[in-house]
């Protein structure tokens, strides 16, 4: 193969796909759509949602594989995982289509599934924990961006106010689009927060799990596929839920989203089929 041949191999390895185009397409288009109040306002909510959601976990992906390259992991781009295509990921039902059913089902942010890195190309401890790290801080930076702007206000519009449960919030700081960046941004942090638990499975363990004896790592193995569930499940537990939720909520507060529902609205929108 010549180095131009090869050049251009690693060029459309890494070329964004069309497939990523059109979840950022829709995105912004929902986006427009409910700022100007064109359209249907909750369905609108809901595109927007499940677009920047789909997109952010292309991003989470794609910061694996991203680190994984530079740790040492050269396959990850023929693996096409360098071009933000999310059905180049290992696992489509546990990268999107769960993540997708459990923000419907319960308003959180689940971590998915996962690239394959072959973990023997990469040498040294702490490059395998920064290659598991980089996932949910790129949630935290997503969070960051939607929350900041919702704390400071700029994307507030009383002209067009939620309505909620048939009543006009008018004069109240609530606007369509305010509530589902809130929205957003809670299950951006939902999932850096859930991500970055040491359960087997979840990115918090594959930071850690360099730093544990062989030994150890060989017998928490057999639980890795389901840690995610697990995790799940308990979510459903009332008390458990209620945790989980005031330290997302808490965590919201220091991006300077104090009031709580911000983010209550927008679930409320994004959930379009529920009177």
Same mark, same amino acid.
């Given at each position: 193969?010549?180095?131009?041949?090869?050049?251009?191999?690693?060029?459309?390895?890494?070329?964004i796909?069309?497939?990523?185009?059109? =979840?950022l397409?829709?995105l912004?288009?929902?986006g427009? #759509?409910?700022?100007?109040?064109y359209? $249907?306002?909750?369905f609108?909510?809901?595109?927007f949602v499940?677009a920047?959601?789909m997109?952010?976990l292309?991003? +989470?992906e794609?910061? +694996?594989?991203?680190?994984?390259?530079h740790?040492?992991d =050269?396959?990850?781009?023929a %693996?096409?995982? @360098?071009t933000?295509n999310?059905?180049k990921?290992? $696992?489509i039902?546990l990268?999107?289509? @769960?993540p997708i059913?459990?923000?419907i089902?319960g308003?959180?942010?689940l971590?998915?599934g996962s690239v394959w890195?072959?973990? +023997?190309?990469?040498?040294?401890?702490? %490059?395998h924990?920064?290659?598991?790290?980089a996932?949910?801080?790129?949630n !935290?930076?997503c969070?960051a961006?939607?929350?900041?702007?919702?704390? #400071?206000?700029w994307?507030?519009?009383?002209?067009?106010?939620?309505?909620?449960?048939g009543a006009? !919030?008018?004069g109240?700081?609530?606007?369509?689009l305010?509530?589902?960046?809130a929205? *957003?941004? =809670?299950?951006? *942090?939902?999932a850096?927060?859930l991500n970055l638990?040491?359960?087997?499975?979840?990115?918090g363990?594959?930071?850690?799990?360099?730093w544990?004896s062989?030994k150890?790592r060989?017998?928490?193995e057999p639980?890795a596929?389901?840690?995610?569930l #697990?995790?799940?499940a308990l979510l459903w537990?009332?008390e458990v839920n209620?945790?989980?939720?005031?330290a997302?909520?808490g965590?919201? +507060? @220091?991006?300077?989203v104090?009031?709580d529902?911000?983010?209550? @609205?927008?679930h409320?929108l994004?959930r379009f089929?529920q009177?």
């Amino acid at each position: 193969m010549t180095f131009a041949a090869t050049q251009r191999s690693r060029s459309e390895d890494r070329r964004i796909s069309p497939a990523f185009w059109v =979840l950022l397409a829709i995105l912004g288009t929902s986006g427009w #759509a409910v700022y100007s109040g064109y359209g $249907n306002a909750r369905f609108g909510v809901f595109l927007f949602v499940v677009a920047g959601w789909m997109v952010s976990l292309c991003l +989470h992906e794609y910061a +694996h594989a991203r680190t994984a390259l530079h740790g040492g992991d =050269l396959t990850v781009g023929a %693996k096409g995982y @360098l071009t933000l295509n999310p059905l180049k990921y290992a $696992n489509i039902l546990l990268s999107f289509v @769960l993540p997708i059913v459990f923000v419907i089902l319960g308003g959180i942010g689940l971590p998915g599934g996962s690239v394959w890195i072959e973990r +023997h190309r990469i040498q040294g401890r702490l %490059k395998h924990s920064l290659i598991s790290a980089a996932g949910p801080l790129v949630n !935290l930076v997503c969070a960051a961006l939607l929350l900041v702007p919702v704390g #400071a206000g700029w994307l507030d519009d009383p002209a067009t106010p939620v309505e909620w449960h048939g009543a006009s !919030l008018a004069g109240m700081p609530y606007s369509p689009l305010t509530c589902a960046f809130a929205f *957003l941004g =809670l299950l951006q *942090l939902s999932a850096a927060l859930l991500n970055l638990l040491p359960v087997p499975g979840l990115d918090g363990y594959g930071i850690v799990e360099p730093w544990l004896s062989y030994k150890t790592r060989r017998a928490v193995e057999p639980f890795a596929p389901y840690g995610m569930l #697990a995790v799940f499940a308990l979510l459903w537990q009332p008390e458990v839920n209620r945790f989980f939720f005031d330290a997302v909520y808490g965590l919201m +507060h @220091l991006f300077g989203v104090s009031d709580d529902a911000f983010a209550a @609205l927008g679930h409320d929108l994004f959930r379009f089929w529920q009177d």
